[in-house]
């Protein structure tokens, strides 16, 4: 039976540390495969979940975005976007730093904090685009940030009101002679209870058109605030949830007045109207209550949260076992992030010992998302994106610098269908909304080439933007023998290629291979050399042979099957 209890006392040991790292974390190497392997479950999450969010700016980690200062305006330092296009200090400019600054904040975060912030980002979805103002960018990440283990309810409701998320989805323009459906549609549809099945002519299980229109009156006369004002936003004159992130503004002229009722799906509710503009926030807050006392939206969530940690397929044991008391637990805790998400993450079914076929169920279960594949590829080879190319050091470059380095993985991340903060659309990335596939989308026919060539081209440091021929790259530079010869820990005896191989496939890959694939990697590493003829080339001082063997095997295991599985 499917359980949600704590898997106890027992350390993890390397197989379960590397499935949790894998899920928890962008930040996965051998090092921290060891220390967590060494660590119980509740130890683990402690780790993971030990990050400062208690203010917007600790939120954000070791630095703000490229150039920002405490008040999220732009300082202008002089810096130049290298390379054409040039751009100067445009929006466009701006928008590339900020989504390559989280990349870069991403790889090195050791917590759940940016997986967790990407997992909000995949829900409440908005385009960073070229024309967007960067200051309305900057806060949507901070939003994320700070929420990401906090109250989702209080993220839903505040992200109403977030700037970027006013303009994406039109709430900007909507007044009381002509509101917008746009935002509260989505707001039901997809950021919180969904539609469930249709019953009739706009009538689903978990909401109708009618509801649509009437959310829609609610959110008239609230508009983005090109000043990033900081006020509050409740009747008493207090932030209810204490983010400090700027929201937009209030015209209260604008604001549809009158008496909103809600259909039976509902109960009937009634939200009366605002007689003053702190009503609006009042309004605001209890059509989110409205909608987050409803049993289904904690289970909608819980789903998604399952799928985005543990596996797509959601079975009636599941159901009952797993989403239902998850579900209780989130509601209990007013919809808090971190308690529900580290009751599954320390769970016996996370780890796949709620049944006696261990390893069946869960681990290896999910596809790689683009950003799993670029980010993780990089901590496990313990290589960094190399700001070289725009200064002569490292300790000359500038974050700017750092943050430019990413603009090939932006690419790989576009080519591989997760263009990170600029979707398709406001529905947001395929394999993580649309069922039955999900997240087996990920690897696909057009993408296969496209996701080899992120880990070729960490490896050869070369561009490969799909499987054709490579550029010259300089964004990552990749010592492949200082890799292996230098770290006992992970490979402990190189010189023999049947311990390397073994030593590469624990830390690469969820599990040894079957044996018809071990003898093609095997084959692959040794290229018709006997265990002699390796070791004299492992020893030589000339390395340049062993660079084409060590290449060979790690493009050949990161570029296959197995590879991708998280």
């Not at 730093?97 to 917590?111: G, H, I, N, V």
């Not at 809600?262 to 503009?277: M, Q």
């Not at 289904?296 to 239902?324: H, P």
Request: hydrophobic share 35%; with cysteine.
């Amino acid at each position: 039976m499917a359980s949600l209890e704590n898997r106890g006392s027992a350390t993890l040991g390397i197989h379960l540390a590397k499935h949790l790292l894998r899920r928890a974390t962008y930040n996965i190497n051998g090092a921290r495969i060891t220390e967590f392997a060494n660590l119980n479950v509740d130890q683990a999450l402690d780790k993971l979940l030990d990050y400062d969010d208690s203010t917007p700016t600790s939120a954000l980690g070791r630095e703000k975005p490229m150039g920002y200062n405490n008040e999220g305006f732009y300082v202008d330092n002089g810096y130049v976007f290298p390379g054409p296009p040039e751009l100067g200090h445009s929006n466009s400019f701006l928008n590339y730093l900020t989504r390559y600054w989280y990349l870069d904040e991403a790889k090195k975060s050791e917590t759940l904090q940016f997986k967790l912030a990407t997992f909000l980002h995949s829900i409440f979805i908005v385009s960073l685009s070229d024309s967007a103002d960067p200051k309305d960018s900057y806060d949507y990440i901070l939003y994320l940030l700070y929420y990401s283990k906090k109250s989702y309810k209080d993220f839903a409701y505040k992200i109403i009101l977030g700037n970027r998320m006013l303009v994406y989805l039109n709430s900007n323009s909507s007044n009381k002679e002509n509101p917008n459906e746009d935002f509260p549609r989505e707001f039901l549809e997809l950021f919180t209870i969904t539609r469930g099945a249709q019953e009739g002519d706009g009538v689903y299980a978990n909401y109708t058109e009618r509801d649509v229109q009437e959310a829609a009156r609610i959110v008239t006369g609230f508009r983005r605030d090109s000043e990033r004002t900081i006020f509050d936003n409740t009747p008493d004159g207090t932030d209810d949830t204490g983010s400090g992130i700027p929201k937009g503004r209030l015209e209260f002229e604008r604001h549809d007045t009158g008496s909103k009722t809600f259909s039976d799906k509902f109960s009937g509710t009634t939200i009366e109207g605002a007689t003053d503009a702190s009503g609006m926030f009042t309004e605001l807050r209890s059509f989110v209550d409205m909608i987050f006392d409803q049993e289904e939206t904690a289970k909608v969530i819980c789903r998604r949260i399952y799928r985005y940690f543990v596996r797509r397929n959601i079975d009636t044991e599941v159901e009952n076992d797993i989403i239902g008391p998850l579900a209780a637990i989130l509601r209990d805790n007013n919809y808090n992030l971190e308690i529900t998400v580290r009751t599954l993450l320390s769970s016996k079914h996370f780890y796949d010992e709620d049944d006696a076929v261990a390893g069946d169920e869960i681990i290896g279960a999910l596809v790689k998302t683009p950003l799993d594949l670029l980010l993780q590829s990089f901590n496990l080879l313990e290589t960094e994106i190399n700001p070289n190319f725009i200064s002569s050091t490292p300790e000359g470059s500038t974050p700017e610098d750092r943050a430019y380095a990413y603009r090939y993985t932006d690419l790989f991340l576009n080519h591989s269908g997760m263009h990170l903060f600029r979707p398709d659309s406001v529905a947001g990335y395929k394999p993580i909304y649309q069922e039955p596939d999900y997240d087996k989308q990920w690897h696909a026919f057009n993408t296969v080439g496209r996701r080899q060539a992120i880990a070729k081209s960490i490896i050869t440091s070369k561009r490969y933007l799909d499987s054709g021929n490579p550029d010259p790259w300089d964004g990552a530079t990749f010592d492949i023998v200082q890799f292996v010869k230098n770290q006992p820990d992970i490979f402990s005896e190189p010189r023999n290629p049947e311990t390397l191989i073994a030593d590469i496939y624990k830390l690469l890959l969820v599990e040894p291979p079957q044996p018809f694939r071990h003898t093609h990697f095997y084959d692959i590493l040794l290229q018709s050399l006997g265990l002699t003829n390796w070791e004299m080339v492992y020893d030589a001082s000339d390395s340049t042979d062993l660079i084409v063997h060590l290449n060979a095997i790690f493009e050949a295991i990161m570029t296959s099957v197995e590879y991708q599985l998280l």
